[in-house]
């Protein structure tokens, strides 16, 4: 039963315009939702983050956005640039288990 | 401030052969959680131990064992290897357990291949 999900396993855009990543997720004890980025042979890399009190997380390029009945939070790139390309991963914890529930990732490449 | 530590990053073993990795956390980080990564699975959650505790286990046979020490630094092991344990064994550390919100940063892992 896979509780995050990400039905994208790729996404390609041009430098300079928008890249949004999906996610949903089933459990709605999940309190807290982040996003990690990762280069190959690398750990994944805490990108942003947003606490289900929100709907709305900004750091420079970078937005999370959270739908909470939808169970669905997107992260937004603005501008993309080549070095974003990468794999992205939403994670979801939450409940008695604080552990991290992660999505398959999403394969970004942005394109000079 | 040094970043999450694992040794080996490259490690070629055998079926039925056994295995320890090793992670130190980031300094002051108390928590330290174990992922699997795998091409079709995605990162999976092995253990989480905090304070020399285990305090989450994930959905893995008993092959997959970990332990942490008064320091912090952690280990884990896996026993009688099979063709399906090859896969990226990711550390992540993080201050304290259950705190909601609280980010685990990850190390590099280790690279896993079981012939």
């Known amino acids: 039963d896979q509780q995050v999900k990400q039905n994208s396993p790729s996404l390609s855009v041009q430098e300079g315009r928008i890249s949004i990543l999906n996610c949903d997720y089933t459990?709605?004890?999940?309190?807290?939702f982040l996003w990690y980025k990762k280069y190959p042979a690398e750990g994944p890399t805490f990108l942003i983050s947003?606490?289900?009190?929100?709907d709305k997380n900004e750091d420079g390029r970078f937005t999370v956005f959270l739908n909470k009945s939808a169970k669905h939070l997107s992260l937004h790139i603005v501008p993309s640039q080549p070095g974003d390309s990468a794999v992205y991963f939403c994670a979801c914890r939450g409940g008695s288990n604080y552990k991290l529930t992660f999505g398959k990732g999403t394969l970004l490449t942005v394109n000079p | 401030k040094a970043g999450v530590t694992q040794t080996p990053r490259y490690l070629i073993k055998t079926r039925g052969q056994q295995v320890t990795l090793s992670c130190s956390p980031i300094?002051?980080?108390?928590?330290v959680s174990w992922y699997q990564q795998t091409p079709g699975q995605g990162l999976q959650f092995l253990f989480e131990y905090f304070s020399e505790t285990q305090r989450n286990k994930g959905n893995f046979p008993g092959r997959f064992s970990g332990r942490q020490f008064s320091n912090s630094r952690s280990e884990m092991n896996v026993s009688t290897l099979e063709l399906g344990d090859s896969a990226l064994y990711l550390c992540?550390?993080?201050?304290?357990?259950?705190?909601?919100?609280?980010?685990?940063?990850f190390g590099p892992g280790t690279r896993l291949t079981v012939l």
């Open positions: 947003i606490s289900s009190i929100k």
């Open positions: 459990n709605s004890m999940f309190d807290y």
């Open positions: 992540a550390s993080s201050l304290v357990v259950g705190s909601g919100g609280d980010t685990q940063y």
């Open positions: 300094s002051g980080h108390r928590s």
